[in-house]
């Protein structure tokens, strides 16, 4: 049962210590996010967690109605563990999450993981003029 894999959706698993410590000091995205936000983002939105051997080692959270749209945020592996697939495999499972099938539109942000997010058929905005955005890049400080 070494380096066994599991991803999981279940919420009462979830370390969200560990969540928080890593968006806050490590992420280039939510530097100085505040605890108490790091739990209500958890709280409204669908969350996956990747297990080595029952230890949490990655995280992603899909914010969406389920029915024509959905936003993937807060994706990580923890440094030790990055390069052995194990994002790819977080990915997959998000992206065949049955409450995730037959949506218009499926988006993500990254500064530096276009590869992996190719591979399930994201790409660069078809009309990036049609897009807005309200950007509060200093809101936690």
């Avoid at 280039?28 to 983002?41: D, F, H, M, N």
Wanted: hydrophobic share 40%.
């Amino acid at each position: 049962m070494k380096n066994e894999l599991e991803i999981s959706t279940d919420k009462n698993r979830l370390n969200v210590r560990l969540v928080h410590q890593f968006l806050c000091e490590q992420s280039y995205w939510a530097k100085g996010i505040p605890l108490a936000t790091v739990r209500k983002s958890i709280a409204n939105s669908l969350c996956f967690c990747a297990y080595l051997d029952g230890a949490q080692i990655g995280f992603a959270r899909v914010i969406s109605d389920f029915a024509t749209f959905a936003n993937l945020v807060d994706v990580f592996i923890l440094s030790e563990h990055r390069g052995k697939g194990y994002a790819k495999a977080m990915v997959r499972e998000i992206m065949s999450h049955p409450d995730l099938q037959g949506l218009r539109r499926f988006t993500l942000v990254t500064s530096d993981a276009h590869v992996l997010y190719r591979q399930f058929g994201f790409s660069s905005l078809s009309k990036p003029e049609t897009f807005m955005e309200r950007f509060a890049p200093n809101i936690y400080g």
